[in-house]
């Protein structure tokens, strides 16, 4: 199926690897030229060249997102050296594994502004080039601890919900101008991160790293962590002009982890 994204500029946050990674590589295969934005230089770099390595241009950008100044030059050299930007997925880090109750104020503000905050800025920064053009694609990939929370996931539980709640209205309101804003929700991809979180439940519980991942991976109706290549090729199809229909949806890549049917 060809996406009709070819020609088209993306800009992937989070993409020094992982699942950023994954979909900014994704994108490319099917015809984007991709800016991909991270911490790593090094890491970056090693993405920038899969992308050139799938025929598309790629231009790394080391940029934390906590940084707001960095957010207009980056966006700026974006512009001259891709083009506007098409396609914008917004994939942030999260914070440390801590409970919901008893943070400090400071930690809950700092989290916002680099999980939240940071992603409202920025897509305000290019969806209004979107409208003018008549179409573009804003894809957020959260968490799912924002459908059914994770233990000890406190601040990601509750910030990234409220992405859920910016990207359904976001969807109301530019909609009608060719833009679709649409989440999509990881579940146990083995990523980093996730082996991460296993480490940390593993201390927490005095039990192996495997012994932890194989009781995740019982709780999914495909028994088994997924990819970040299967989670890129759904990303990919929500950038897509095949996905004009979809909007303010938000899609489960989880194997079956969340059990709501809702």
């Not at 050296?81 to 919901?100: A, K, R, W």
């Not at 989290?111 to 409208?131: Q, Y």
């Not at 593993?202 to 991976?217: K, T």
């Amino acid at each position: 199926m060809d996406l009709g994204i070819t020609g088209r500029t993306a800009l992937v946050l989070g993409a020094s690897g992982g699942l950023g990674g994954a979909i900014a590589v994704r994108l490319a295969e099917e015809g984007a030229n991709v800016a991909v934005a991270g911490r790593s230089a090094d890491a970056l770099a090693a993405t920038a060249a899969r992308i050139e390595q799938a025929g598309a241009k790629a231009l790394p950008l080391v940029w934390d997102l906590g940084d707001r100044d960095r957010m207009e030059p980056a966006v700026s050299e974006v512009e001259r050296t891709l083009g506007p930007v098409d396609i914008l997925v917004n994939n942030t880090g999260g914070p440390p594994p801590t409970p919901v109750a008893g943070q400090d104020s400071g930690t809950w503000v700092d989290s916002f502004e680099k999980m939240v905050l940071a992603v409202i800025v920025l897509t305000d920064r290019v969806v209004p080039g979107m409208r003018e053009r008549g179409w573009g694609r804003v894809l957020t990939s959260t968490s799912s601890g924002a459908l059914s929370p994770i233990p000890n996931l406190g601040l990601s539980n509750t910030l990234r919900a409220s992405l859920h709640a910016w990207s359904k209205t976001l969807a109301d309101e530019v909609g009608r101008d060719g833009v679709t804003s649409n989440v999509i929700v990881p579940g146990r991809i083995a990523t980093d991160r996730t082996r991460f979180l296993d480490e940390r439940r593993a201390e927490r519980e005095q039990r192996s790293v495997e012994d932890v991942a194989r009781d995740s991976a019982a709780t999914m109706a495909l028994g088994r962590y997924g990819t970040p290549d299967e989670y890129a090729d759904a990303a990919a199809f929500l950038c897509s002009d095949r996905a004009s229909y979809i909007t303010g949806a938000i899609l489960r890549v989880d194997g079956g982890l969340i059990r709501s049917v809702v």
